[in-house]
């Protein structure tokens, strides 16, 4: 709706090859957290350097926030997980906004139920918008 144009179909042939994409974005994605997951828990149980982690947990949360929402809606214009990084970081602050109205509704008890839709709505939006601007 935000658009005005109508998804394509996707036939047989198209939508296995989707799902193997989609796949393999997916374990990028998972691979790209464990490579910063292990850095960052290393910062965590060094004494002294660990006063910076919470800091460096809570920028990682928005930015993976960002990446995991504006999935949505670049995944359904035929972008993955590459791609989705290029656009967070050519649109950085908006991402960064998007990682930190998620991760503050995320942490606010019974509000964050609404989180997920309010999420994927945002970035909607905010792909939308870029993609008007660009």
Request: aromatic fraction near 12%.
């Amino acid at each position: 709706m935000l658009t005005g144009k109508k998804p394509e179909d996707i036939n047989s042939d198209g939508f296995f090859k989707l799902i193997s994409r989609t796949i393999a974005s997916e374990l990028q994605k998972i691979l790209y957290a464990i490579k910063w997951f292990i850095p960052l828990i290393i910062i965590t149980l060094i004494p002294g350097i660990n006063i910076i982690a919470p800091f460096l947990w809570i920028l990682f949360s928005v930015w993976f926030f960002a990446l995991e929402y504006n999935d949505y809606p670049l995944a359904n214009r035929g972008l993955f997980f590459e791609d989705i990084k290029t656009h967070n970081r050519n649109h950085r602050m908006r991402s960064l906004g998007l990682g930190s109205a998620v991760f503050i509704i995320t942490s606010i008890p019974v509000l964050n139920f609404l989180a997920m839709p309010m999420a994927v709505a945002g970035a909607t939006k905010s792909v939308t918008k870029t993609d008007a601007v660009t």
